[in-house]
């Protein structure tokens, strides 16, 4: 497997960072900006891979300074469609509502200095609310049940095409596999860094906290039984209020 070992080719900038958008318009700008004002001395390119916003999502992006991507909808589509168009030898992928720490590329290049090849965050949530406390307590334990994209995720180019990418059946739990499968073929790569992210605790505005845990853990329970990834994704959906 091809690995990232000199640090003579990534002393630059190396990083392309990939945010996949839907109807994204208030957060894409304030994330595309912040991105490239925190990660100059690192970061390439940002690519946004929009799969039809019917807002300003592509416009505020494209104003921000980020490359736009248009694609199918399906976080792993728009994922695998930023990494084709990207040109750095790391990929980090973020959702467009999570608040990056501001040493993101640091960490990024520290990690790649120790041989990691791919890792990523804690996280705590957008609110005080105590029972959301409890599940960003639990993002300091590196196990796959608590993992998830709003983490965010980095990997270098190498092993993300030794894996394929992400698997785009998977229109749910598509991070999920994605680790699984990385940590079956060589777990140590993955550093998880003892910082945090900050992620939006907009699911639970409409959804009470424990319709979401439980909606959570009958995805996670059915991922793991091998269930076809629409099936999950429509009970999913079926078990809690999207706005």
Do not use: C
């Amino acid at each position: 497997m091809a690995t990232i070992t000199s640090m003579e080719r990534i002393n630059t900038k190396f990083i392309s960072v990939i945010i996949p958008t839907l109807n994204e318009e208030i957060n894409v700008g304030r994330l595309v900006k912040f991105l490239y004002r925190y990660g100059w001395r690192y970061v390439l390119d940002v690519i946004v891979v929009d799969g039809g916003s019917t807002d300003n999502t592509v416009q505020v992006a494209e104003a921000a300074g980020a490359v736009v991507v248009t694609s199918p909808k399906g976080r792993a589509l728009q994922m695998n469609a930023g990494a084709a168009r990207a040109a750095g030898e790391v990929l980090y992928f973020v959702h467009a509502d999570t608040h990056v720490v501001e040493s993101f590329a640091e960490d990024i290049f520290e990690a790649i200095q120790e041989d990691y090849q791919a890792g990523g965050y804690r996280f705590r949530f957008d609110s005080d609310r105590w029972v959301l406390k409890i599940n960003s307590y639990f993002t300091r334990f590196d196990t796959l049940f608590v993992r998830g994209g709003d983490q965010t995720l980095f990997v270098t180019r190498a092993l993300f095409r030794s894996l394929g990418g992400f698997d785009e059946r998977y229109v749910i739990m598509e991070e999920y596999d994605f680790l699984r499968r990385m940590w079956k073929s060589q777990r140590n790569l993955f550093k998880l860094i003892p910082k945090e992210v900050v992620v939006s605790a907009r699911k639970y505005e409409t959804n009470s906290w424990l319709s979401v845990q439980l909606a959570n853990l009958v995805a996670v329970l059915q991922f793991k039984m091998g269930r076809n990834p629409q099936s999950i994704a429509h009970l999913y959906k079926k078990m809690l209020n999207y706005r």
